[in-house]
């Protein structure tokens, strides 16, 4: 599909309120437990971007019936969750690893065979972390040689529960054995080394299927009773607000209102950091919505300072990282950050393409194997290059804004999986973000 370019001329303080997209993370899992739910579920406040889209294909390909979205609103009459049918053809996951790592999980316990695929990008992603698991419970997965998609599942394996330590904290993994789990004989314990996202978690038990915790251990049992068909708010995207949060607190004179944000504590690590560099951000109206804790964030610009990021808040910022590069750019002083090393393969090995979208707008950065030196400075004009990554593209928008000259990004139109509309809400609050033809 044809890209496009974003172009932004550097500017002045940011004013406004912003109701940034629902998040990606619980957009994706409210559609699945819905899909597999007993009844009829809505969800409202959905992520309409192109990776939730993506989800909600691949369950009308496996037989549900799905309407909407409409302005985020969507209607799904649940299968059961044996009611599933085999799709006609490949499950296409887009640009989402998240997809198809969670379905993974789901489409291993199902009497039929899939076969996942997805674009460049996801087609060369790591999957053994979730394959490996898998087989230990009895599915039956196909991968390329390496562990990289396509991914083909045989249908008609029995599961069996298993205890499972994982080597990373990864909620991905953690999800797709616990959906594995609904269907495993017995009980299916995940023992995380550090928290990770509890999404799944939270919404398992909103839909009335039991889920313990223990320390670091989830437990689910298997056959434990129906999803019971919900009604679902989705709270807007911590994630997406973190472009706001950043630009926020390193535009002089800015004042951002972020409105309804989730603010789960395995997501809030950006809120974190950028509080320990100097940032003002306050939260108010603090509530639960279907059981994630929401807010809204008020963020006021100030002067930052660069920090070492302790590394146990990685996992809890994992993909506000680019955004953070930023900050860390605008800031007084050096910011080190290491232990993210699983920032090598998101979207794009993020460390690589920061590292160079950074310097290319003359910031000192140095990069090591699971992180990155940034020391703060003057940011130049110039041309950075995404490499197709959204949330790249994203941080380097925002980068432009506070740069001395017009900052170009290539690669910019996957910003649409997460966030459609982002240049329409930066242009809202005073950035001057222009779309161009690649
Ligand atoms: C996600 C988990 C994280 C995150 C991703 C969304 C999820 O990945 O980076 O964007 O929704 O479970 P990992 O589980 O691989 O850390």
Known sequence: MATIDYE???????????????????????????????????ISGLLDGEDVLGTIAAFRALGVVIEGPHEGRVRIEGAGLHG???????????????????????????AFSSELIGDASLMSRPMARVAVPLRRMGAVIDTAADGRPPLFIHGGAQLTGIRYEMPVASAQVKSAILLAGLYARGETTVVEPAPSRDHTERMLAGFGYPVERSGQAVTIRGGAGPLKASVLEVPADLSSAAFFLVAGSII???????LRVGINPTRTGVVDILRAMGARIDRRHERIVNGEPVADLVVEASALRGITVDSALVPLAIDEFPALFVAAACAQGT???????????????????????LAALGVRVEEFE???????????????????DHRIAMAFAVAGHRAEGMVRIRDCRNVATSFPNFDGLARAVGMDVRVLPA
């Open 8 to 42: 932004v001329i550097p500017g002045g303080p940011l004013q406004g309120q912003v109701r940034v997209p629902g998040d990606k993370s619980i957009s994706h899992r409210a559609v699945m437990l819905s899909a597999l739910a007993q009844g009829e579920s809505r």
């Open 84 to 110: 599933l049918r085999a799709p006609a053809g490949p499950l296409d996951f887009g640009n989402s690893g998240t997809a198809m790592r969670l379905m993974t999980g789901l489409l291993s316990a199902q």
């Open 252 to 258: 002089p004179g800015s004042r951002l209102e972020l």
């Open 335 to 357: 910011t080190v950050v290491r232990g993210a090393k699983e920032l090598r393969v998101k979207e794009s090995d993020r460390l690589a393409v920061m590292a160079r979208g």
């Open 370 to 388: 699971d992180g990155l030196a940034v020391t703060g400075g003057s940011l130049r004009g110039g041309v950075v290059d995404s490499q197709g």
